[in-house]
């Protein structure tokens, strides 16, 4: 899915996005997004939510964005790592913006929870949260999509 932000993503706003997601869940659902690994079972939840409504990633674009955004967080402040842009030659497709961990692995947590969104729960944000912390000797032989 080619997704087109106005104004465009940029890897500063990735917090700005994620605390804005964290009090709209508290208002509208009464969720408790503390920035836990433990909170990403919320965070599906709620995409598993949308899901069983029928709505499309378009439909959602923005919250999926904040939620993927959130997601990043977690991984930022427990794994390491820092927001920046995605590669456009390597992935036409994604979301602009990646984390790149310490280990130079790139990790497309906003993709995770559009595919959340599209596959259920054929897409574990949580497994793929899990992976990303995992230490790795051989870096090259996973990849953190």
């Known amino acids: 899915m080619q997704l087109h932000l106005n104004p465009p993503l940029e890897p500063a706003d990735a917090p ?3 605390a804005a997601i964290v009090a709209a869940a508290a208002d509208i659902s009464g969720a408790a997004l503390d920035y836990s690994p433990e909170s990403i079972l919320l965070v599906e939840d709620i995409v598993d939510g949308f899901r069983a409504e029928g709505v499309t990633g378009e439909d959602m674009a923005e919250s999926l964005v904040a939620f993927g955004c959130y ?8 794994h390491g ?6 590669p456009a030659a390597t992935r036409p ?14 990790c497309h947590p906003i993709d995770w929870v ?20 995992a230490d ?7 990849t953190c999509e």
């Open 114 to 133: 559009f595919g959340r969104l599209e596959f259920g729960t054929d897409v574990s944000i949580r497994d793929l949260y899990t992976a990303a912390g």
């Open 136 to 142: 790795s000797a051989f870096p090259h032989e996973r």
């Open 93 to 106: 497709e994604a979301v602009p913006l990646v984390v790149e961990l310490p280990d130079a692995r790139e």
């Open 71 to 78: 997601v990043g967080e977690i991984l930022t402040r427990h």
């Open 81 to 86: 790592g820092a927001w920046r842009h995605a």
């Open 16 to 18: 700005r996005h994620a």
